[in-house]
């Protein structure tokens, strides 16, 4: 077994249903705030429907935008770390090297997204702005702005009420935004940001929302989590891991996963380059290869076990929290239908 240190505390709580909820119908939120943020020179991150579901997209016009949807296929991550990120740049001229560092100036607005991807924006703050800081991750972080659509359905994959991100967390979004019928919606502002815009449009009072719970059938079985600490050596990982295919569909998915590779690219003519970051994952052989060769997790199980253990014990461990917010991404992208729910169950279960 690895030995974690614990280090930090996030302490997350539910954004509380009380206090002051506002007025705001179907016309407004995709006209008049919409053009707010567009305004304000926000580029709109928002869900749009696609031929393989619901993709979370920069949007220019409000009837792209889909409103009756249960999860996205990417969140929020694809866009604060986005994939192939290029963080330098460097010339060649005269036999000198001139360095140029990537610009992240851009503001985004996060339209519209379910509690639990907006609750993992709270977990990658813990990961990327832990020290040493994240410089490029920190400033989209702290120039963007987050809508939060709370669900009226859930499906098979999600398992957000067992994981406690079925309400956004305290910190994880500005506005969040409650249905209550009649292409209607009862807004609450959780921010200095979120009260300007109910300011600055002008949003009447109108009474508490009525929460819906129950949503979600499949359940982790939180209170024999722990157990897994003592199930590591556990044949049944050996069995499990079988079905997987290790192709990384899971981690691309994840919206907390934050593993990745730098790197360095030269230019065809050969005056300059540029340094690029691309998304990894652990689940992949060339991940765990160290200095000299060494390969930490040659076995495929050992791999395919790392994910949970990591979402499961050693994220809790560092940060008191799960790393998973259970909005069921990894087990739709995944080819073989695997989902942490039945592993992690299958696991307990035992022999």
Same mark, same amino acid.
Request: charged share 25%; glycine share 6%.
């Given at each position: 077994m690895y030995?974690?240190q614990e280090?930090?505390?996030l302490r997350?709580?539910?954004? /509380?249903t009380?206090?002051?909820?506002?007025?705001?119908?179907?016309?407004?939120?995709?006209g008049?705030?919409f053009?707010?943020l567009?305004?304000?020179?926000?580029?709109?991150?928002?869900?749009?429907?696609d031929?393989?579901?619901y993709?979370?997209?920069?949007?220019?016009s409000?009837?792209d935008?889909a409103l009756?949807?249960?999860?996205?296929?990417?969140g929020?991550?694809h866009?604060?770390?986005?994939?192939?990120?290029?963080i330098?740049?460097?010339?060649?001229?005269d036999?000198k090297?001139?360095f140029?560092e990537a610009?992240t100036?851009e503001?985004l607005a996060?339209?519209?997204?379910?509690?639990c991807d907006a609750?993992a924006?709270?977990l990658?703050?813990a990961?990327?702005?832990?020290?040493?800081?994240?410089?490029?991750?920190t400033k989209?972080?702290?120039?963007?702005?987050?809508?939060i659509?709370?669900?009226e359905?859930?499906?098979?994959?999600c398992?957000?009420?067992?994981?406690?991100?079925?309400?956004?967390?305290?910190?994880a979004g500005?506005l969040w935004l409650?249905?209550?019928?009649n292409?209607?919606?009862?807004?609450?502002?959780?921010?200095?940001k979120?009260?300007?815009?109910?300011?600055?449009l002008?949003?009447?009072?109108? /009474?508490?929302?009525?929460?819906?719970y129950?949503?979600?059938?499949?359940?982790?079985?939180?209170?024999?989590v722990d157990?897994?600490y003592?199930l590591?050596?556990s044949?049944k990982?050996a069995e499990l891991?079988?079905?997987?295919l290790?192709?990384g569909?899971?981690?691309?998915?994840?919206?907390?996963?934050t593993c990745?590779d730098?790197?360095?690219e030269?230019?065809?003519?050969g005056?300059?380059?540029?340094?690029?970051?691309?998304?990894?994952s652990?689940?992949?052989r /060339?991940?765990t290869?160290?200095?000299?060769?060494?390969?930490?997790?040659?076995?495929?199980v050992?791999?395919?076990?790392?994910?949970?253990?990591?979402k499961f014990?050693?994220?809790?461990?560092?940060w008191n929290?799960y790393?998973c917010t259970?909005c069921?991404?990894c087990?739709?992208?995944?080819?073989m239908?695997?989902?942490p729910?039945?592993?992690i169950?299958?696991?307990i279960?035992?022999?």
């Amino acid at each position: 077994m690895y030995s974690i240190q614990e280090k930090s505390i996030l302490r997350v709580n539910n954004v /509380s249903t009380n206090g002051k909820w506002y007025y705001i119908d179907k016309q407004m939120l995709l006209g008049d705030l919409f053009y707010y943020l567009k305004i304000k020179g926000y580029k709109i991150i928002a869900p749009v429907k696609d031929t393989n579901g619901y993709m979370l997209r920069p949007v220019s016009s409000p009837e792209d935008i889909a409103l009756d949807y249960i999860r996205t296929i990417n969140g929020p991550k694809h866009y604060l770390i986005p994939n192939k990120e290029i963080i330098l740049k460097w010339y060649s001229s005269d036999g000198k090297l001139t360095f140029k560092e990537a610009e992240t100036d851009e503001k985004l607005a996060f339209y519209l997204i379910k509690p639990c991807d907006a609750n993992a924006i709270i977990l990658l703050d813990a990961t990327m702005k832990d020290t040493p800081i994240d410089p490029y991750y920190t400033k989209r972080r702290e120039k963007s702005i987050v809508i939060i659509l709370d669900c009226e359905r859930a499906d098979a994959y999600c398992f957000c009420e067992s994981m406690n991100t079925r309400i956004p967390w305290k910190g994880a979004g500005d506005l969040w935004l409650v249905p209550v019928g009649n292409d209607s919606f009862a807004a609450k502002p959780l921010s200095d940001k979120g009260m300007m815009i109910v300011k600055e449009l002008g949003l009447l009072r109108t /009474s508490k929302p009525e929460i819906k719970y129950g949503l979600t059938e499949r359940k982790m079985p939180q209170y024999d989590v722990d157990k897994l600490y003592e199930l590591y050596d556990s044949r049944k990982w050996a069995e499990l891991s079988e079905k997987c295919l290790l192709c990384g569909g899971c981690m691309a998915a994840c919206p907390t996963c934050t593993c990745f590779d730098i790197i360095d690219e030269l230019l065809p003519e050969g005056n300059g380059g540029y340094r690029l970051r691309l998304w990894d994952s652990c689940i992949f052989r /060339s991940f765990t290869i160290v200095a000299g060769g060494r390969i930490v997790r040659k076995d495929p199980v050992d791999r395919f076990k790392h994910r949970y253990y990591h979402k499961f014990q050693y994220f809790v461990k560092r940060w008191n929290v799960y790393g998973c917010t259970g909005c069921g991404k990894c087990a739709q992208q995944c080819p073989m239908h695997i989902h942490p729910v039945d592993i992690i169950s299958e696991v307990i279960r035992g022999e």
